[in-house]
């Protein structure tokens, strides 16, 4: 009777301590890859953003014959900022600008260095220029 009662199941500390070391080798291995896929998907929503809201400033410019300038900004696209002559809009279909991924505004240019606009996201660190995540996001490339 005394053999049964020393034969409990159970986990040795050794044997947590190999389940640990296993878990922390592939949290290193596949971490900084679903970090990769987070960036990527951040970059990917803000130019699919940016094309929505160019075929908005596209959709602005057939009925009012310009685009918005730089000071009516985006938000020509959803408010008839300054009574302009025939505005039928909103041109967003959610009636709101929204944000970058990063939650900063989409930059806006009119006239545009690189087109007739210039429509941007600055990224991450909210700055021009930038590598990886923090690159900007432009509507002419």
């Not at 094309?51 to 696209?77: C, H, I, K, M």
């Amino acid at each position: 009777m005394r053999h049964r009662l020393r034969t409990r199941a159970g986990f040795t500390l050794i044997e947590l301590l190999v389940v640990l070391a296993i878990l922390t080798l592939l949290a290193g291995l596949v971490g900084p890859r679903v970090m990769d896929a987070l960036s990527d998907s951040k970059t990917k929503t803000a130019k699919l953003q940016i094309e929505d809201l160019g075929a908005g400033l596209d959709l602005f410019s057939l009925d009012v014959g310009r685009y918005p300038s730089t000071n009516e900004g985006l938000q020509a696209l959803v408010n008839d900022v300054d009574g302009i002559k025939k505005w039928s809009g909103p041109y967003l279909k959610k009636k709101v600008v929204p944000q970058d991924p990063w939650g900063n505004d989409y930059q806006y240019r009119f006239p545009g260095e690189n087109g007739p606009y210039d429509l941007f996201s600055l990224g991450a660190d909210n700055r021009e220029g930038g590598e990886g995540e923090a690159s900007d996001v432009v509507s002419w490339e």
